[in-house]
């Protein structure tokens, strides 16, 4: 069976595993370096999908200590036999969400993170220098918080439809829509951009 791209992501090598796996059952017993460990392997990855979910920086750097607090604090209750990606994907998913809520987001981003290879399809494809990656997060922030956390995580991240439901625990037909309107909304706002108005300097 053929896994999918955010299952991918979420795979490690056998040993790397085990080793991940050993030092998470230390971080349960309340062992802070352990922890330590955990957030220097996945502080850059929560950071760079919350600054893809708020499209700004500063919140972005604090949605991630807000994950890695909420993190310490449930650990306890996580099963160390699973791995710990999707479970930090699924709390960084929901911190954005609600920090969402509470802040505006601003329209104006900062220099953007090192981004990916898009998946064929989206509207992004042909974002390729710093300026034009600057144009999609602008384009971003115009849409509407279900719409921008469905497409980032579908176009962006890579998971399947399926895995955009469970994460932000929707239907996926729901999804299917929230991703269509917002590839719209985003594709209109590029070509306004790349026309001469709201064009980056």
């Known amino acids: 069976m053929e896994l999918s791209v955010g299952e991918l992501w979420m ?9 991940t796996a050993k030092i998470i059952a230390r971080a349960i017993t309340g062992d802070r370096a352990a922890f330590e460990e955990i957030v220097r392997l996945h502080e850059r990855r929560v950071l760079t999908l919350a ?17 890695f607090l909420r993190a310490f604090k449930y650990l306890r209750r996580f099963d160390a036999s699973k791995p710990l990606e999707p479970w930090l994907v699924r709390v960084t998913v929901n911190v954005c969400r609600r920090l969402g809520r509470k802040r505006q987001r601003i ?3 900062q220099d953007p993170p090192v981004e990916r290879e898009d ?11 710093e300026e034009q990656k600057t144009v999609l ?14 497409v980032v995580l579908r176009d962006i991240e890579g998971f399947s439809t399926a895995e955009v439901a469970r994460l932000l625990g ?14 719209l909304k985003m594709r209109k706002a590029i070509e306004r951009m790349k026309g001469g108005r709201d064009v980056v300097s």
């Open 170 to 183: 929707s239907a996926e037909a729901t999804v299917r829509s929230q991703i269509s309107v917002a590839r």
């Open 51 to 67: 600054y893809r979910l708020l499209g700004n920086g500063e919140d972005a750097q604090d949605a991630a200590q807000d994950v």
């Open 119 to 129: 998946p064929a399809g989206n509207p992004h494809t042909q974002l390729r220098t």
């Open 11 to 19: 795979s490690r090598p056998d040993g790397e595993a085990e080793r």
């Open 107 to 109: 329209a104006a981003v």
């Open 137 to 150: 997060y602008r384009a971003l922030a115009e849409l509407g918080e279900k719409e921008r956390a469905a």
